[in-house]
């Protein structure tokens, strides 16, 4: 099991769970941030800290395409471990539906 970053955090990426992570497992993307599935030893404690609830378990049913893509992406994404500024209009993306298309591939700055 891990805990995995779903599609809420696009274009909101708030980046407090980078804060309380204990194992420095979260890898950086342009506009959102993924979890690395080997590296999260599955504490929990990023959860209730995302304002937007985009970290779920991945024992939760019909995440398994945001899984592919933490596993995915944490290979390509730099490592993060610091909390960033988060998007000017973060709030205004919070809870909008249909954000995945807006996920982009690039890596971000990681830190
Ligand atoms: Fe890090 Fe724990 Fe969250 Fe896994 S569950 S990403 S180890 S804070
Ligand atoms: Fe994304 Fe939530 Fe972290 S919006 S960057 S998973 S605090």
């Known amino acids: 099991m891990t805990y995995i970053v779903t599609e809420n955090c696009i274009r909101c990426k708030f980046m407090d769970c980078v804060e ?12 959102m941030l993924v979890i690395h ?20 378990p991945d024992t939760e049913p019909g995440h398994e395409k945001w899984l592919t893509k933490n596993v995915d ?10 909390k960033g500024e988060p998007p000017a209009d973060a709030d205004e993306w919070n809870g909008k539906p ?8 690039n890596p971000g700055c990681g830190s």
């Open 20 to 31: 309380v992570c204990p194992v420095d497992c979260f890898y950086e993307g342009e506009n």
């Open 73 to 82: 992406f944490s290979k390509i994404w730099p490592n993060i471990t610091r």
């Open 37 to 56: 599935p080997d590296e999260c030893i599955d504490c929990g404690v990023c959860e209730p800290e995302c304002p937007a609830e985009a970290i779920v």
């Open 98 to 105: 249909g954000k995945e298309q807006y996920l982009n591939a």
